[in-house]
């Protein structure tokens, strides 16, 4: 029931700027915590950047500065705003709402999507 639909991907040179959007249905965003996570090629999934259910905003320190994320309660998407790219960026976005308790917060492994490629090169 829960869907959540990446878009906005491309192919950008280093310095350049890209907005993706998480689009949520069978969900309200404002009632969740979201985050956005990405795989590079070969590499493992990590987390990126995520916003609460309370809107506070969250960023790996690989990011922090360049990377914005954001909430339209009205679109129901959650939005990442990437500026300054850089090739190590490129990689698959994904987002996921994110089920946190006292030990942290955690994707819910059953709602991933397919991503937006984001590739960032010369």
């Known amino acids: 029931q829960v869907q959540l639909v990446e878009s906005g991907g491309g192919l950008v040179q280093p310095g350049e700027s890209l907005r993706l959007s998480c689009a949520a249905s069978?969900?309200?965003?404002?009632?969740?915590?979201i985050g956005w996570y990405r795989q590079a090629p070969g590499g493992q999934r990590e987390y990126v950047a995520g916003?609460?259910?309370?809107?506070?905003?969250t960023y790996v320190d690989s990011v922090k500065g360049r990377f914005i994320v954001s909430r339209d309660n009205a679109k129901n998407t959650v939005d990442l705003q990437m500026n300054s790219l850089k090739p190590e960026d490129t990689a698959v976005y994904f987002c996921?709402?994110?089920?946190?308790?006292?030990?942290?917060?955690?994707?819910?492994?059953?709602?991933w999507g397919q991503g937006t490629q984001v590739i960032v090169s010369s």
């Open positions: 996921n709402i994110m089920w946190c308790s006292g030990d942290g917060c955690y994707p819910d492994f059953g709602s």
């Open positions: 069978g969900t309200s965003v404002n009632i969740n915590n």
């Open positions: 916003i609460s259910s309370g809107g506070t905003a």
